[in-house]
């Protein structure tokens, strides 16, 4: 059985009524809604989720710096880990906590990724080791240069790594800057990591792009599809809803093309991952790529 990646923690937050403006996007409720946070991952470990990802994805210096909070950076995303963890200890089964680690600006921007960014993902990859995650989670990455230097970063931890790349809706088989996925998948492939994943596309720009990454690499495999549009404003816009039965048939499909992770990405909901577990809950789970 594939491992089960969790759903959004940013989109979620919002559909319960939280700000989530940007830039601090999902980063605010850890200052001002911690247990909220808590309750979100452990709706996901009730889901059936085998993985946690903390919500640290715009905890980075970088980010924290345009609402004047940089110095908070890396007490925010120990922080992270740590309600990761509390919502980890309380299931019965052995759910894994995965350091998000993304892109230093806007994720869909790959023409503002910095020049000199090696010594900021480092810093960011050693708090999430430090802090207790058991696997570091590169993601979102939407150009090849960035990407590999989270990677390194990751790696470098001793931690297993799983990197996510964002394929264009245009042309799924290129990232938002245009590159070659499997370029880009084999080049990460190299460093070492337990598994190459997309991410944060629809289903069917997904799917597409799992089937490029099938043919690229040896590695493991996985992938999390959204649900609705980014907005410039409240950070997501869910113009579209995805029915739960409709994720769990993109998720078979994904299984199909060879997917040994799969979850959700921005605006699916803890019911779309239980539906998911429930649909996938036969045999032995298959759980290597946390090792």
């Known amino acids: 059985m594939p491992v089960v990646l969790d759903g959004a923690m940013g989109t979620e937050l919002q559909r319960r009524g939280l700000d989530t403006s940007l830039p601090l996007w999902s980063a605010r409720a850890l200052i001002e809604a911690p247990d909220e946070v808590v309750k979100i991952h452990q709706d996901y470990v009730t889901a059936g989720a085998d993985v946690l990802t903390t919500n640290s994805f715009r905890t980075h210096r970088r980010s924290l710096e345009k609402a004047q909070l940089g110095e908070q950076a890396m007490r925010l995303t120990r922080l992270s880990v740590e309600l990761a963890r509390t919502a980890a200890s309380m299931s019965s089964g052995a759910v894994k906590v995965a350091g998000s680690i993304s892109p230093l600006e806007d994720c869909y921007r790959p023409d503002l990724s910095p020049n000199d960014f090696g010594r900021e993902f480092h810093g960011i990859a050693s708090h999430l080791a430090d802090a207790g995650c058991d696997l570091l989670l590169v993601e979102t990455m939407n150009n090849g240069r ?3 230097a989270a990677t390194r970063a990751a790696v470098d931890t001793g931690l297993p790594v799983w990197v996510s790349l964002n394929p264009s809706n245009a042309d799924p088989a290129r990232l938002l800057s245009g590159e070659s996925l499997a370029d880009v998948a084999k080049s990460i492939e190299s460093l070492g990591v337990a598994a190459i994943l ?3 596309a629809p289903p069917e720009v997904i799917e597409s ?17 959204n649900n609705g549009l980014p907005d410039e404003q409240s950070g997501w816009r869910f113009d579209s809803d995805l029915p739960v039965r409709e994720f769990v048939l993109h998720c078979r499909r ?5 997917a ?20 996938l809950r ?4 298959t759980t ?4």
């Open 146 to 148: 960035e990407a590999e």
């Open 254 to 258: 994904l299984v199909e093309i060879g």
């Open 288 to 291: 290597e790529a946390m090792h």
């Open 260 to 279: 040994d992770i799969v979850g959700g990405c921005c605006g699916t909901r803890p019911e779309h991952i239980e539906a998911l577990s429930r649909d």
């Open 198 to 200: 997309v991410n944060c």
């Open 282 to 285: 036969s045999g032995d789970r």
């Open 209 to 225: 792009a799992l089937r490029v990454l099938r043919g690229a690499v040896r590695t493991r495999i996985g992938a999390y599809s």
